[in-house]
């Protein structure tokens, strides 16, 4: 039995995402095929637009056969992290072959190679890096052109410039999945799928293939749609996202509903100050105590925080961590525990029993299935971790009720998905 591994969010799951399942189960012979998804909260540091058993539902549905949850701490945190995250829970499985992603350079031995310099840092590196840094560049530009210079000084022969591997945030992804592949020296086989939609930061439906960012713009409007974007949009997914997406019933989220939230923590906490969360600095810290008079929004106050050194994204992961509770001990903690102390179960097809079988026997991780049950399997580290969850996920269920008018379950109460 070949298995394949997928590192996703799906949000929401659309065309390419089912097109990415079946080429990987075509391209590495597999026969079934694993994800380990985001939970309710996203790496670029928001909520999912929808509920994480939702998403789990659409891709189980399109051909995925077992969903895991990445926990709460990593999937909202930065690529590297969420990259190793995802690596290790596939790893942890014992059973998974190749794991599959979809970036703009399918260039391996690029990938392989960039991998290696940012694995190794070389000193020339390192030093290049550092000179960018005092420059005033933000991280991701530094490395960029740290990178280039170094490989440039090195006189490497490359196929394809290694400017256009840091460009975009599915080529820096794949470039991390690889180097959590040599840094855990994973028996895993990495296989890169070319992108087919119109790029991650796109906001324009096209027919068949539109990117998830121009599918939550359109499905976030708050005008109605013109009779020809519901169109595409509905052509943008597949029939069972399209049935959630557009159901009387269902509920969507942004970051924009967690905005009174947000002030809220953000002001009662003012004095303390914000240094104690996850990749909160003190400079960091006091420039949002010093802009908290000038909160509109979550959005709005990201964009006031944004300067040439931090990006937006990176902005909104902090002050998500700070909205979630997330804190610098508790990614101490999830270290210690190796970044994935249990195995979430969130949904499979009967058909894939047997690996679930197989998992139970080959990895050494607790399997939990039933939340109010299980947890009694978790060491009080594993438990820290798992409290993230579901105090993260309870706070989206809330605010799903405070926008419906209609109660949740809450987080001990949810099933997992079982499709035939």
């Known amino acids: 039995m070949k298995v394949v591994g997928i590192i996703a969010e799906y949000n929401p799951f659309h065309n390419g995402h089912a097109y990415q399942i079946r080429k990987a189960k075509e391209l590495s012979s597999a026969d079934l095929c694993i994800v380990a998804m985001s939970g309710s909260y996203v790496q670029r540091g928001v909520p999912a637009v929808t509920d994480k058993y939702s998403r789990a539902s659409m891709a189980l549905?399109?051909?995925?056969?077992?969903?895991?949850?990445?926990?709460?701490?990593?999937?909202?945190?930065?690529?590297?992290?969420?990259?190793?995250?995802?690596?290790?829970?596939?790893?942890?499985?014992?059973?998974?072959?190749?794991?599959?992603?979809?970036?703009?350079?399918?260039?391996?031995?690029?990938?392989?190679?960039?991998?290696?310099?940012?694995v190794n840092e070389p000193d020339a590196f390192c030093t290049s890096l550092s000179h960018y840094l005092k420059k005033g560049y933000a991280f991701p530009k530094a490395r960029e052109a740290a990178l280039l210079s170094y490989i440039k000084a090195s006189g490497m022969s490359m196929k394809d410039s290694p400017d256009l591997l840091l460009s975009s945030p599915n080529n820096i992804l794949a470039l991390e999945y690889q180097k959590a592949l040599l840094r855990r020296h994973s028996d895993i086989t990495p296989?890169?799928?070319?992108?087919?939609?119109?790029?991650?930061?796109?906001?324009?439906?096209?027919?068949?293939f539109s990117s998830a960012?121009?599918?939550?713009?359109?499905?976030?409007?708050?005008?109605?749609?013109?009779?020809?974007?519901?169109?595409?949009?509905?052509?943008?997914?597949?029939?069972?996202?399209?049935?959630?997406?557009?159901?009387?019933?269902?509920?969507?989220?942004?970051?924009?509903?967690?905005?009174?939230?947000?002030?809220?923590?953000?002001?009662?906490?003012?004095?303390?100050g914000y240094t104690r969360y996850a990749d909160v600095s003190t400079d960091f810290s006091n420039k949002i105590t010093n802009a908290l008079r000038y909160f509109t929004d979550f959005h709005g106050f990201c964009d006031l925080l944004k300067s040439k050194d931090i990006t937006h994204t990176r902005i909104s992961r902090q002050l998500l961590h700070i909205l979630l509770n997330i804190r610098e001990t508790?990614?101490?903690?999830?270290?210690?525990?190796?970044?994935?102390?249990?195995?979430?179960?969130?949904?499979?097809?009967?058909?894939a029993s047997p690996?679930?079988?197989?998992?139970?026997?080959?990895?050494?991780?607790?399997?939990?299935?039933?939340?109010?049950?299980?947890?009694?399997?978790?060491s009080p580290d594993a438990l820290v971790i798992f409290q993230k969850d579901?105090?993260?996920?309870?706070?989206?269920?809330?605010?799903?009720?405070?926008?419906?008018?209609?109660?949740?379950?809450?987080e001990y109460q949810r099933q997992i998905l079982t499709f035939l």
């Open 61 to 118: 549905c399109n051909g995925a056969d077992i969903v895991f949850e990445i926990p709460a701490i990593w999937a909202t945190a930065s690529a590297e992290y969420f990259a190793y995250a995802g690596i290790t829970l596939l790893d942890a499985l014992g059973c998974v072959d190749t794991v599959c992603f979809g970036c703009e350079t399918v260039d391996l031995p690029l990938l392989h190679t960039v991998a290696e310099i940012l």
């Open 191 to 208: 296989l890169p799928i070319q992108r087919t939609d119109g790029g991650y930061h796109s906001t324009e439906l096209t027919k068949d």
């Open 213 to 272: 960012s121009a599918i939550r713009h359109a499905l976030l409007q708050t005008v109605p749609l013109s009779l020809d974007d519901r169109q595409a949009l509905l052509s943008a997914v597949p029939k069972a996202s399209a049935d959630h997406l557009f159901a009387e019933d269902t509920t969507l989220l942004s970051e924009q509903d967690f905005s009174s939230m947000l002030y809220y923590k953000l002001l009662s906490e003012s004095e303390t």
């Open 330 to 351: 508790d990614y101490e903690i999830g270290k210690k525990c190796d970044y994935i102390p249990y195995l979430r179960l969130l949904g499979f097809r009967k058909s």
């Open 355 to 378: 690996l679930l079988s197989v998992i139970r026997k080959k990895s050494s991780l607790p399997i939990l299935t039933s939340p109010a049950k299980d947890t009694k399997k978790l």
């Open 390 to 410: 579901v105090f993260s996920s309870n706070l989206y269920y809330g605010m799903t009720a405070q926008k419906s008018g209609c109660p949740q379950k809450n």
